[in-house]
């Protein structure tokens, strides 16, 4: 990944800017030098964009806020760290409100700065994907807008992109939080419809005695309280799609209803004399064994299988671990900037809780996990002080606390982490359902290292 990061480095000393390019290039950075800042001006109005910027701020031929200033009008996210022998508190103020990403002063630290240059670039591909975010709240979605790195997520994505311009009906089974709508609008805004509504429904949160006049419409004087005429959200979607979540909720009077409409594809408006005809698509999804409801009559035979032409189904977080890394990536910029928080990644330790937790609530409670850690945290990174209880107690049985050691209290440290290596070992098959090559991925291993620990264990 670093050899696609470019980085432009502005310093008048060459010592100082030798010392950087050759820093940066040994950490796999392509670099671009400048020996002013009036160089590095015409490189920045020559149009070459570059991925972050490190100048000096005092320098005899265009200073360093002068670049940060270029910078930022050519390109606003793109990061800036200003380095100085000659800072004040006051400068350092003002290239902050400028826009600086950070401030070092000279002499610095090697591995401090190193960090500092790691922090700016994720930062960098944090405002990335916030912009993409943006997109996806106007409903600009993708096949590719769905998150995750998974095997499961990867076909969900390979069948939706086969589907998206079929006008078949899809039924979507998962757990509650799983992402499913998520889904929905991705077929929706990759299809030929996605010039036209799409219009989600919680058959749970409707009353009953509402739910056919929010679906159908209803005419003036239809019943009591109708006052107007009223488009329902079948005709609001049309020429594009319909989704309708939980749709196990429906109650049986409106699954007839709901069946002739996607037979006839005509809908009758309470009150109305004729009907309408209409161009939707029904995606729905349910959290229930439709299945089940039907052999127990709850829901009709030939709905189902009228909404069940094609199948997908969405496994919870704690079947595809591998998917939540991506999403606290595409989640946290979003929070951060809603809540205004400094917060732009999470330490590796807190990463270690967050990776462990089986998540009951899927998608929707790390979401929540991410809003609690950014409204608590203070500094840049969350912290394991920044995560609810629950997680931090949920791992606790993976750790194993040091021994005091003395001359009367010592260890057999061989066999102590041949034990700690089978525990981890054996947790990692447990959560990847035994597939070997996703074991060997959390551990940080080759497969064939993992195969040689457990046949070392037989």
């Given at each position: 990944m670093n050899e696609n990061c470019h980085i432009l480095v502005v310093d008048d000393e060459l010592s100082v800017r030798e010392m950087i390019s050759l820093l940066m290039k040994r950490q796999g950075y392509q670099v671009t030098i400048a020996s002013n800042g009036q160089k590095a001006l015409r490189l920045l109005e020559e149009g070459n964009r570059y991925d972050l910027v490190i100048t000096d701020l005092a320098m005899d031929r265009g200073d360093g806020l002068e670049v940060l200033n270029h910078v930022k009008t050519r390109d606003p996210n793109c990061p800036v760290i200003l380095v100085t022998a000659f800072g004040t508190t006051d400068t350092a103020v003002q290239a902050m409100k400028n826009g600086a990403y950070d401030y070092i002063s000279k002499p610095f630290n090697i591995e401090e700065f190193k960090m500092v240059v790691a922090q700016a670039l994720e930062h960098r591909q944090l405002v990335r994907e916030n912009i993409d975010l943006r997109s996806r709240l106007r409903g600009e979605k993708k096949i590719t807008d769905i998150i995750g790195n998974s095997e499961a997520i990867k076909q969900i994505i390979s069948l939706c992109e086969k589907?998206?311009?079929?006008?078949?009906?899809?039924?979507?089974?998962?757990?509650?939080?799983?992402?499913?709508?998520?889904?929905?609008?991705?077929?929706?805004?990759?299809s030929n419809r996605k010039s036209a509504p799409f219009i989600a429904v919680n058959c749970g949160a409707l009353p009953e005695q509402l739910m056919e006049s929010e679906l159908f419409g209803h005419m003036k004087g239809a019943f009591t309280g109708a006052s107007d005429d009223k488009e329902g959200l079948m005709q609001a979607a049309q020429g594009g799609t319909l989704f309708l979540d939980e749709i196990g909720e429906l109650p049986l009077p409106l699954q007839v209803k709901l069946l002739r409409v996607l037979q006839e594809r005509t809908v009758r408006p309470v009150g109305a004399q004729k009907e309408t005809p209409i161009d939707v698509r029904v995606l729905s999804a349910t959290n229930q064994n439709l299945s089940?409801?039907?052999?127990?009559?709850?829901?009709?035979?030939?709905?189902?299988?009228?909404?069940?032409?094609?199948?997908i189904e969405v496994p919870p977080l704690r079947k595809r671990k591998e998917d939540i890394k991506p999403l606290i990536n595409f989640f946290l910029p979003q929070i951060a900037a809603e809540s205004g928080s400094r917060a732009r990644g999470v330490h590796p330790d807190a990463m270690r809780f967050l990776m462990d937790f089986n998540y009951p609530g899927n998608i929707r409670e790390l979401k929540n996990i991410l809003e609690r850690a950014v409204a608590l945290t203070s500094g840049d990174l969350i912290t394991p002080n920044d995560l609810p209880p629950k997680l931090l107690k949920n791992s606790t049985d993976s750790i194993i606390p040091a021994p005091n050691l003395n001359a009367q209290n010592g260890i057999d440290l061989d066999a102590t982490l041949s034990k700690v290596e089978s525990q981890y070992i054996q947790k990692a098959l447990q959560q990847t359902g035994g597939v070997q090559s996703a074991a060997a991925k959390l551990l940080g291993i080759t497969v064939r290292s993992l195969r040689y620990r457990l046949n070392k264990d037989e």
């Open positions: 589907i998206s311009n079929s006008p078949a009906s899809v039924l979507l089974i998962g757990e509650s939080g799983t992402g499913k709508e998520v889904i929905a609008r991705a077929i929706h805004f990759n089940r409801l039907v052999d127990e009559g709850l829901f009709r035979t030939d709905l189902f299988y009228r909404l069940n032409v094609i199948n």
